[in-house]
């Protein structure tokens, strides 16, 4: 995390691997946030991301910023100063780090434990628990992705990449079926 105060868009630099969790998860809050932003491929310039990424030590290792380094002409000169940052673009870059934080923290890989054919979800209150609710069309369908995918090879991430919905709508599925008794946590 850098010139996280400034006024330029959100930025987030991929680890040298542009795949790792950390890249995956902040390219699905970014792309789900409608902010404005950027995702940028690695390149061995920048900040410590760059150390962290190099192949000794190999860690999936991403940047996020606003305007990255030396991107604005204040950058390392006296105009850079604390009047330069301001409290609602610190605000927004927190509410995107503790979005990505409640999807590492959330993202788990389940068993499908009725994994021939789709189980009764009626019968079982799940149907009956989204009447009335204005979501309910994308609830029932993560429940029908989370149920599809629950191999133990697919994470809660994997599904919400696939399906284009959000992870908070997948993760509430897979809450509701794992009370039922339709999944287990795998590996």
Same mark, same amino acid.
């Given at each position: ?23 995956? @998860?902040?390219?699905?809050?970014? !792309?789900?946030?409608? +902010?404005?932003? &950027?995702?940028?491929?690695?390149? #061995? %310039? =920048? ?48 509410? @995107?780090?503790?979005?990505?934080? !409640?999807?590492?923290? +959330?993202?788990? &890989?389940?068993?499908?434990?009725? #994994? %021939? =054919? ?54 509430? !599925? ?14």
């Amino acid at each position: 995390l850098a010139c996280a105060g400034d006024p330029g868009r959100l930025t987030y630099k991929q680890s040298r691997r542009g795949d790792a969790e950390i890249d995956r @998860v902040m390219q699905h809050v970014l !792309a789900g946030s409608e +902010r404005p932003h &950027r995702i940028t491929e690695f390149t #061995p %310039y =920048g900040y410590d991301e760059r150390q962290f990424c190099s192949p000794g030590f190999d860690l999936g290792v991403g940047s996020l910023s606003r305007t990255p380094y030396a991107g604005y002409p204040e950058y390392h000169t006296s105009a850079d100063n604390p009047d330069f940052v301001s409290p609602e673009a610190m605000a927004d870059t927190l509410a @995107v780090c503790r979005e990505a934080f !409640a999807v590492l923290d +959330r993202d788990r &890989r389940y068993v499908n434990l009725s #994994p %021939y =054919g789709e189980p009764q979800l009626g019968r079982r209150g799940l149907y009956d628990s989204l009447g009335g609710r204005s979501d309910a069309k994308q609830a029932q369908m993560a429940m029908l992705w989370v149920l599809s995918l629950s191999d133990g090879e697919h994470s809660l991430l994997d599904v919400a990449e696939r399906s284009g919905l959000p992870f908070d709508t997948v993760a509430v !599925a897979a809450d509701a079926l794992h009370e039922a008794g339709l999944l287990k946590e795998g590996r």
